[in-house]
């Protein structure tokens, strides 16, 4: 049996990615839309209502106005923006987020699909959260370094072609990034993470972290105690593996690129001597686990297939 797959803004960079991890697929077909067709509104709708399913590389208005288009009730649909992503009736698309996000995703026609940021997070705080090992109202501080793929085309282009671009940035200074408000829901937290991102000289990768200071938690919680939560959550995962204690400790540095070209996602838990700090790290690909093989992976799931096909 083979689906028919539409992705509206396959030229993007999350587009691109995506219709190359599923090219060469005996199971999916494709629609696709060239020239001016892709911006011809009877075009894009009676491709969107045309698909067994659909991905959405848009602009967080022009997904609204898609999903808008769409009267076949058989559809499903992978938005790839942030429009949808505290939506009600839609799922949140982060299979290993809780033990059943995955069989949600599976009976659901309305994906999200999380932000790179985001997933690095949640994969780190949600299972502390759900251990009350990190209280729900506890003020949380996520700092972050993404590879410059991750602001589109426009800052691909001005790192790549343009002169004089910055070895790293820090962005987001409003506090008001909209990747906050699905990072403080789906982490089980009760009030706005504080959010401190960066660009920096690479394409694509990235880390996200969180200090904590564990003496000041309720219960000091030990790194063996943050440790052993985050392993039995992904107990199981195929894409989300927690590095050993060991491994950890040897490290001395840790590279947002290693894992590029992959939908997996590596959780470190770092902590002093004395137990008192921790920092809690994710490595991820922005491009893979946080966007293009997040979707593939969400695609699967809807489908009724093995999730991990055309990603290992």
């Not at 470190?268 to 966007?291: C, E, P, Y």
Request: negative net charge.
């Amino acid at each position: 049996m083979t689906h028919t797959i539409f992705i509206d803004g396959e030229a993007g960079t999350t587009g691109l990615e995506i219709r190359q991890r599923l090219e060469g697929r005996a199971d999916l077909t494709f629609i696709s839309l060239t020239g001016d067709r892709r911006k011809d509104p009877a075009a894009r709708a009676e491709a969107l209502n045309a698909a067994d399913a659909v991905i959405l590389c848009l602009p967080d208005d022009a997904a609204r106005d898609a999903v808008a288009m769409i009267e076949n009730p058989d559809v499903r649909v992978i938005d790839a923006s942030t429009a949808f992503r505290v939506a009600t009736g839609w799922t949140y698309g982060f299979p290993e987020m809780d033990a059943v996000q995955r069989g949600e995703i599976i009976g659901s026609r309305r994906v999200s699909n999380p932000g790179c940021y985001p997933t690095g997070f949640i994969g780190l705080i949600r299972p502390l959260v759900k251990a009350a090992l990190v209280p729900a109202d506890w003020p949380v501080t996520v700092n972050a370094v993404s590879g410059y793929s991750g602001g589109g085309k426009s800052m691909i282009a001005e790192f790549e072609q343009g002169e004089g671009a910055p070895a790293f940035r820090a962005y987001g200074l409003t506090l008001r990034h909209k990747h906050v408000p699905e990072m403080t829901r789906h982490s089980g937290l009760h009030h706005d993470v504080l959010f401190a991102p960066a660009v920096g000289t690479y394409r694509q990768g990235m880390l996200v972290e969180v200090p904590l200071q564990l003496a000041a938690l309720p219960e000091t919680p030990s790194i063996d105690r943050l440790h052993g939560a985050l392993v039995e959550a992904y107990d199981g995962a195929r894409f989300v593996e927690v590095a050993g204690l060991d491994e950890t400790e040897a490290m001395t540095g840790l590279d947002p690129e290693g894992l590029n070209g992959t939908n997996r996602m590596r959780l470190h838990v770092f902590g002093d001597r004395d137990g008192s700090q921790a920092r809690l790290v994710a490595l991820l690909d922005n491009l893979g686990k946080g966007a293009s093989g997040a979707a593939v992976q969400n695609l699967n799931l809807m489908l009724g297939l093995d999730e991990a096909t055309g990603l290992v």
